[in-house]
């Protein structure tokens, strides 16, 4: 079983910032794509942010240029920070990594997600 487990959601008012952060744990042989993803009020979940093992990233055309994915492979965790946020961000965030057990299992694991709340 791999596990993510996502910090640092909260309240913020618009214009202002916050930092995710997930990290995995768990049976780990190998990350490949790590994700964000979002559910807003009303909408269906939706894709934040990618990041390749590589560092390509993939960003939602309704936070380019604000947010910003990053991972450090050697801890295993990816960060997205958010900046000039809006009160449309809001919504739970969740963390999502495609995984590789150790007894060479693939999937995409998920955390519990993060509420993030922009106030005006």
């Known amino acids: 079983q791999v596990h993510l487990v996502e910090s640092g959601g909260g309240l913020v008012q618009a214009g202002g910032s916050l930092r995710l952060s997930c990290a995995a744990s768990?049976?780990?042989?190998?990350?490949?794509?790590m994700y964000w993803f979002r559910q807003t009020p009303g909408l269906r979940r939706e894709l934040a942010a990618s990041?390749?093992?590589?560092?390509?990233?993939n960003y939602g055309d309704s936070v380019k240029g604000r947010f910003t994915i990053s991972r450090d492979n050697a801890k295993n965790t990816v960060a997205l920070e958010m900046s000039s946020l809006k009160p449309e961000d809001t919504g739970v965030y969740y963390c999502?990594?495609?995984?590789?057990?150790?007894?060479?299992?693939?999937?995409?694991?998920w955390g519990q997600g993060a509420q993030v709340t922009v106030s005006l």
């Open positions: 999502a990594a495609d995984v590789v057990t150790t007894n060479l299992a693939r999937y995409t694991s």
């Open positions: 768990g049976n780990i042989r190998s990350i490949s794509s």
């Open positions: 990041i390749s093992n590589e560092g390509s990233t």
